[in-house]
């Protein structure tokens, strides 16, 4: 496996403000989040790196801070190896970050995904809306606190909410996903499903 | 006794259906442009993908693709199991290749955990997933020809696949679910006298596939239905993420299986298909080319089959110890409960992997914390990059020609909404 060996220098050269992230594989980069857009616009027409094959978020979980990390994966066609750029957003109640459509065009549905996914704001895009879930879906459902079973809401549609009186309503778990804890008392470590509707601990919902 | 067989008289009930205004039928044509949905369901997008179009006449001046249809939350999902208990959610993104999808996950896994597997399972994996590369270009093929009117292409296309469906339940145990893979090695290894069917598929197929591809390479129709449309320039390509034949189509020799090599392909001999224009044919021929390109290595990795283990055997905390040992020793039968509970034991850190897929390059982003179950799983899709450039691609295209675009993109849904 190639990587870049010359990367690290050419870019902490020009950005003294990026800090070199543990990576298991390629170089990676942490960038605060006003000059990230700088970055992977050098990184792009300077340091070849002609295409962003990945831009996703990391949620660190509430009570974190920084809570939210987006991370962009780009990958150069002439020296075929990839960077990891990495920024903090700034605040953790209300995340936002530059966006980057100005730089490649398919950065539009990534931003949107994170935005649907996440509730981080990418400034500047031209459309940010939700991309996955319905437009007045109220949650954002990779944030760590979001229940794998779901939340109920109402449907997307207030004509079919009307008519047939049902909504969204959260999937049973009983069955799924069965994990068990390492390092905890062997009753707390016991084989269960992660996420459960309801538990010893949570009462079952009426 | 006569049966009446006169037609109801419909021109009486479109008179009630559709009356006429008070003032009588307006003299004017409406000159407006006319908003049309395409989809969810409807046979030329290939599941469950919606475009809401605007039109001028027949010409398409905006298109805004909906997505999100068959969304399952594969990422949330990921992040409340094992590694291996994942396996099958992967199966679920291309669903027309499982087999590459196995690989894919397995490799981004195994490379989180700096395993090497042995050279009979990179091997194995390698054939699967050319022959899943073969399985997926022939649906795509065949419902590309259904798409532009050419049904026999169709019916070709499915009996080689079914074929290769067969091997695939002999090797599997399953048709299209296949959860091959295990992170450190794979299910089971391949059955006696199985590769010997793999070279005799191959041996058939070609031929076939020279018929097939006669059927539509010099078809007056269908080259008037793709040449010239659809056209997709470099620069576009590479600014939306484009990958698989679709950038390849337009020229650009990216093949991560000649770039960086993984799990052996370095060994193989192969060509790159590229095309010249960009356009709907271009992406048929470099798929065409492709299939022959994925027998040749078919061939030559079961002319060279390694011999030796099939799983990483001194990866204990990884891969569950073969069924027999379990049956027959104490410590065997801790790990194997270990390795199933609490999932196979991973360092912490971030890695990204991508791997040559059928419909494009399927990338894993893992961030561990450590143990059996990743804290985040990002699915890069190339199913949701390449339909990107749609709202570009279809702007100035005539409804019929988008029927033409689409299924050159060979898209999957399923991987698309994750």
């Known amino acids: 496996m190639t990587t870049d060996v010359a990367l690290p220098t050419a870019v902490s050269q020009q950005f003294p403000s990026a800090t070199p992230r543990t990576s298991l594989d390629c170089p990676a980069f942490n960038i605060p989040a006003g000059d990230a857009r700088a970055l992977l616009k050098h990184l792009r027409d300077t340091l070849g790196y002609d295409f962003l094959m990945d831009l996703t978020a990391i949620d660190w979980s509430a009570g974190q801070s920084p809570r939210f990390t987006v991370v962009w994966h780009l990958y150069s066609s002439t020296k075929h190896t990839y960077v990891r750029i990495a920024a903090h957003c700034a605040t953790d109640a209300e995340p936002a970050m530059p966006t980057a459509t100005g730089l490649w065009a398919g950065a539009d549905w990534h931003e949107r995904e994170v935005y649907d996914m996440f509730g981080i704001k990418f400034t500047g895009h031209p459309d940010l809306r939700r991309i996955l879930m319905w437009d007045a879906y109220p949650y954002f459902p990779l944030r760590k606190e979001f229940p794998l079973a779901g939340l109920p809401t109402e449907m997307s549609d207030a004509d079919i909410n009307a008519e047939t009186g049902v ?9 799924g996903p069965f994990v068990a804890t390492p390092g905890e008392p062997m009753s707390e470590a016991e084989p269960r499903a992660k996420d459960e509707t309801w538990n010893e601990q949570r009462e079952k919902p009426e | 006794m006569a049966t009446d067989y006169s037609f109801p008289d419909t021109a009486a009930k479109t008179a009630t259906a559709r009356p006429e205004p008070a003032d009588g039928p307006s003299k004017e044509f409406d000159s407006g442009k006319m908003s049309l949905s395409m989809g969810p369901s409807h046979p030329s997008t290939h599941g469950v993908l919606r475009i809401q179009f605007e039109l001028d006449g027949e010409i398409v001046t905006k298109a805004n693709p909906v997505i999100g249809y068959l969304h399952r939350g594969d990422e949330k999902i990921a992040e409340n199991m094992t590694y291996n208990q994942f396996v099958p959610y992967t199966d679920r993104l291309d669903y027309l290749a499982p087999l590459a999808n196995n690989m894919a996950y397995a490799i981004a896994v195994e490379r989180l955990a700096g395993l090497e597997v042995p050279a009979r399972c990179q091997a194995i994996r390698v054939l699967t997933a050319e022959m899943a590369r073969v399985s997926s270009h022939l649906m795509g093929l065949g419902a590309y020809g259904i798409d532009v009117g050419a049904w026999t292409v169709f019916m070709y296309c499915f009996e080689e696949r079914e074929k290769l469906y067969q091997l695939f339940e002999e090797l599997t145990g399953a048709r299209f679910t296949t959860s091959y893979t295990r992170i450190g090695g794979l299910q089971r290894d391949v059955p006696v006298g199985w590769t010997d069917k793999v070279d005799k598929f ?22 008037d239905r793709t040449v010239d449309i659809g056209v997709i320039s470099q620069a576009d390509a590479i600014a939306y993420g484009l990958t698989g034949p679709n950038l390849r189509g337009s020229g650009v020799a990216n093949d991560l299986r000649k770039d960086r090599p993984y799990s052996g392909y370095g060994q193989y001999e192969f060509d790159v298909p590229v095309g010249s224009k960009g356009d709907c044919y271009d992406r048929y021929l470099c798929r065409g080319e492709e299939m022959k390109q994925s027998i040749r290595i078919i061939r030559q990795v079961v002319k060279n089959f390694p011999g030796g283990d099939w799983y990483a055997r001194d990866a204990r905390k990884i891969f569950a110890p073969p069924k027999d040992k379990v049956l027959t ?4 039968l801790i790990n ?3 390795i199933v509970t609490e999932g196979p034991q991973m360092p912490a850190g971030e890695v990204y992997f991508e791997a040559e897929n059928p419909k494009g390059v399927l990338g894993f982003f893992i961030v561990s914390k450590g143990g059996g179950v990743p804290y985040r799983l990002k699915i890069r899709s190339p199913s949701f990059c390449n339909l990107s450039i749609l709202p570009k691609l279809c702007v100035g295209n005539m409804v019929s020609d988008v029927v033409s675009i689409l299924g050159s993109l060979d898209f999957v849904m399923g991987e698309c909404d994750r």
Do not use: H, T, W, Y
């Open chain 2, 336 to 338: 194997n409960f270990m």
């Open chain 1, 167 to 175: 909504g969204v309503i959260a999937a049973p778990m009983a069955g």
């Open chain 2, 329 to 332: 020793s104490m410590e065997e």
């Open chain 2, 202 to 223: 191959c041996d058939q197929f070609l031929p076939i596939l020279e018929e097939i591809l006669g059927l539509l390479s010099r078809n007056k129709i269908f080259l």
